[in-house]
Antibody
Framework: QVQLQESGPGLVKPSQTLSLTCTVS??????????WSWIRQHPGKGLEWIGY???????YYNSSLKSRVTISVDTSKNHFSLKLSSVTVADTAVYYC????????????WGQGTLVTVSS | DIQMTQSPSSLSASVGDRVTITCRAS??????LNWFQQKSGKAPKLLIY???SLRSGVPSRFSGAGSGTDFTLTISSLQPEDFATYYC??????FGGGTKVEI
């Protein structure tokens, strides 16, 4: 049973870069067959897909965030990462990492989520 | 980008009620539509994938239907533990805005 765990600073200053890492256990990112995703949820609001990466490095981003988002993968550490640049208070949210099954086209495993607050 | 629209945004229901939530895609997505349940402070839980396939372990009172642009999630007899927010998702991409099911 794969498990995902987000880690990173819980507080980021405006205009800085938000950086989070998702560590995967119980399965290898390099096996293939899955996209590794980032999703966020503003306080009291709905879910917003940010983007995903394949173990090869292929990425696909939400067009509304594309100019500020970079997702990368480190297969040697079995983790993938999110960088969101030039953050504002509007980027305050719970950030989830997740796994999507490519063949079934479904997000089938989630991390517990981590709250990131943007504030000076 | 394909947009996903859910309705209603919230509904009030009672235990035992039949509840139906709708999700509409801005263009055809075949059957690449999944449904999640989220309770406060928790990660979403997958209920239905491929529009109508029930995930293992999910009660049979949950069912999904539809293809193309119009999809539904039905709870045949609402149970106390079903009061939550429900989201549709196009494949591994965009989410609908959510439907909060309240007592």
């Amino acid at each position: 049973q794969v498990q995902l765990q987000e880690s990173g600073p819980g507080l980021v200053k405006p205009s800085q870069t938000l950086s989070l890492t998702c560590t995967v256990s119980g399965g290898s990112i390099s096996t293939g067959g899955h996209y590794w995703s980032w999703i966020r949820q503003h306080p009291g609001k709905g879910l917003e897909w940010i983007g995903y990466i394949y173990y090869s490095g292929f990425t696909y981003y939400n067009s509304s965030l594309k100019s500020r988002v970079t997702i990368s993968v480190d297969t040697s550490k079995n983790h993938f990462s999110l960088k969101l640049s030039s953050v504002t208070v509007a980027d305050t949210a719970v950030y989830y990492c997740a796994r999507a099954d490519i063949a079934a086209r479904v997000t089938d495993s989630w991390g517990q989520g981590t709250l990131v607050t943007v504030s000076s | 980008d394909i947009q996903m629209t859910q309705s209603p945004s919230s509904l009030s229901a009672s235990v035992g009620d039949r509840v139906t939530i709708t999700c509409r895609a801005s263009q055809s997505i075949d059957n690449y539509l999944n449904w999640f349940q989220q309770k406060s402070g928790k990660a979403p839980k997958l209920l239905i994938y491929g529009a109508s396939s029930l995930r293992s372990g999910v009660p049979s009172r949950f069912s999904g239907a539809g293809s193309g642009t119009d999809f539904t999630l039905t709870i045949s007899s609402l149970q106390p533990e079903d009061f939550a927010t429900y989201y549709c998702q196009h494949g591994a991409l965009a989410f609908g805005g959510g439907t909060k099911v309240e007592i």
